[in-house]
């Protein structure tokens, strides 16, 4: 019985899986993906052989969703079924996507950030901005929604004038970037002041991918991996007594990697070199709310935690505090773990982060 490879990995978000032991297949989401189609629906590869499973075999998707490449695999002996659970997946997850994301207009953040204030905040939004606001008391407000007046300040400088904004500009900035003036009554929620924006960015993408697994958990499909950009889920096993194998790629060309074994976790990696504002890396887009500037210690922070929703924002909290401070606060969280790589490159652990 031949030996299934069906491995990706992803240069710019640092997280590369494989469902064999065997190799790894480089899948930039730079690059132009194939997706076959049926009938207008996601095109579904249906994998044969999947090593220590009789009948069981894998089903691998891929697609665009939330700005990055999504991949699906779900471990399992019926195609059709499969096919089914993984087009109400993705359906469910481009629903959470039109609700959440701040580039449309009539999303429930986009109608949030222009008028400042709704009266209808949905269950997800009110959940993920619980979320948010636990985050940022957590880190001391070094992770916060409302950034997004500054991010769109350095992207607006450098899209236009080509250059960084400058301590005046960011100064002016700042009094717009308050978690706590974030209010919430119901399903109302409030900007306390004008021109005040959030951005889900930090946490969003995880909490979509948690309702993925979620989605084909309710399908039947308990052995499945989900990922999107850096975020995933790692759900029940590739085959009897076989966790998934992660690996965490070096921030810096040539790096090596990093592997571990995932089962029932999720997983999350932040890093400067994800969105970049310099070359070097030194500026870069996870920014310090309390004073506008980027992180500037680590390079990258990988955070396994019991959702994707929280190792995202706790990926992006610990960016910002570093790798000291980081150790701390993710030894004191129940079930979470993480591993920060500074810019020289050095690797520091949490004491239940186990590599192989």
Same mark, same amino acid.
């Given at each position: ?71 699906l695999t779900v471990v399992g002996d019926d195609a059709d079924a499969a096919r089914s ?93 308050? *978690? /706590? ?78 592997? *571990? ?15 970049? *504002? ?11 709310? /309390? ?33 000291? /401070? ?31």
């Amino acid at each position: 019985m031949a030996t299934i490879r069906a491995a990706f990995t992803d240069p710019t978000t640092g997280i590369s899986m494989s469902n064999t032991n065997e190799g790894s297949a480089a899948l930039s989401r730079r690059q132009v993906l194939s997706i076959v189609a049926a009938s207008g629906a996601l095109g579904l590869a249906w994998k044969f052989g999947l090593p220590g499973a009789s009948k069981a075999r894998t089903a691998t998707a891929t697609r665009t969703l939330m700005g990055t490449t999504l991949h699906l695999t779900v471990v399992g002996d019926d195609a059709d079924a499969a096919r089914s659970a993984v087009d109400a997946t993705l359906a469910r997850m481009a629903e959470l996507e039109a609700a959440l994301t701040r580039y449309r207009d009539d999303s429930e953040v986009g109608r949030l950030n222009l008028t400042g204030s709704i009266d209808d905040a949905g269950d997800d939004l009110l959940a993920l901005l619980d979320l948010g606001r636990d985050l940022s008391e957590k880190g001391d407000g070094a992770f916060d929604v409302t950034v997004q007046p500054l991010l769109s300040l350095y992207r607006d400088e450098l899209r236009t004038n080509h250059v960084l904004p400058n301590a005046g500009q960011i100064a002016e900035r700042l009094p717009l970037v308050d *978690f /706590r003036a974030v209010r919430v009554d119901g399903r109302r929620v409030s900007l306390a002041r004008k021109g005040m924006e959030i951005t889900l960015d930090g946490i969003g993408k995880g909490y979509i991918v948690d309702r993925g697994i979620e989605t084909l958990k309710q399908h039947g499909f308990a052995n499945v991996l989900v990922e999107a950009g850096g975020d995933l889920v790692a759900s029940g096993s590739k085959a009897p007594a076989q966790p998934w194998r992660i690996g965490i790629r070096r921030p810096r060309p040539n790096g090596t990697v990093l592997r *571990f074994d995932a089962q029932d976790r999720a997983i999350a990696t932040s890093g400067d070199y994800l969105q970049p *504002f310099v070359p070097d890396c030194s500026v870069h887009h996870i920014l310090d709310p /309390r004073t506008g500037l980027s992180a500037p210690e680590l390079a990258s922070s990988t955070i396994v935690a019991p959702t994707a929703a929280l190792a995202d924002g706790l990926a992006t909290l610990t960016m910002v505090l570093g790798s000291e /401070r980081s150790r701390s606060l993710i030894e004191d969280l129940a079930d979470c773990e993480g591993c920060f790589i500074g810019k020289d490159l050095s690797v520091a652990r949490t004491s239940g982060f186990r590599t192989i």
